[in-house]
């Protein structure tokens, strides 16, 4: 809101995605070696590190997309496994694009609320629906583990 919708989305975008290497990277470095020692006993939980391993862009943008998974979640997940990081930078730059402007979008009409109702109503109900696909998404995932 501070900067505007243009500045606002740029600034906002570049630093989310700054953080988000950031965060990949300190649990890479600090954190990789103690997991991977303690995941050893759990086949589930290797089966999935090797699955980010080689499919970790497809993971990082889906999780990207759906709002209700945590960004920090995502960012020490990825870094926490056998991931490329180049899977993890593409999948964080494609992914956190739509999200970070459907932010922009909702507060920059929040803090025109007079003039743009129309447009906020309608973004509210694009986000409603993306939790619904997310948590809808989620259960799928959970469900086909059991």
Request: net charge positive; with cysteine.
């Amino acid at each position: 809101m501070i900067f505007g919708i243009h500045w606002g989305f740029f600034v906002n975008y570049i630093m989310a995605c700054v953080g988000a290497v950031a965060s990949f990277y300190f649990a890479r470095y600090y954190g990789h070696d103690w997991v991977e020692r303690r995941i050893q006993r759990f086949p589930a939980v290797m089966q999935f590190s090797e699955r980010m391993e080689k499919q970790g862009f497809f993971y990082v943008l889906i999780g990207r997309l759906i709002p209700i998974l945590p960004s920090s979640a995502i960012n020490y997940a990825a870094g926490l496994t056998r991931m490329p990081f180049t899977q993890f930078l593409y999948g964080t730059l494609l992914g956190k694009a739509p999200i970070v402007f459907l932010e922009s979008m909702i507060a920059h009409d929040l803090f025109h609320f007079h003039k743009y109702k129309g447009r906020l109503l309608m973004l509210v109900v694009v986000f409603v629906i993306l939790l619904i696909i997310g948590n809808w998404s989620k259960k799928m995932l959970t469900s086909n583990k059991k």
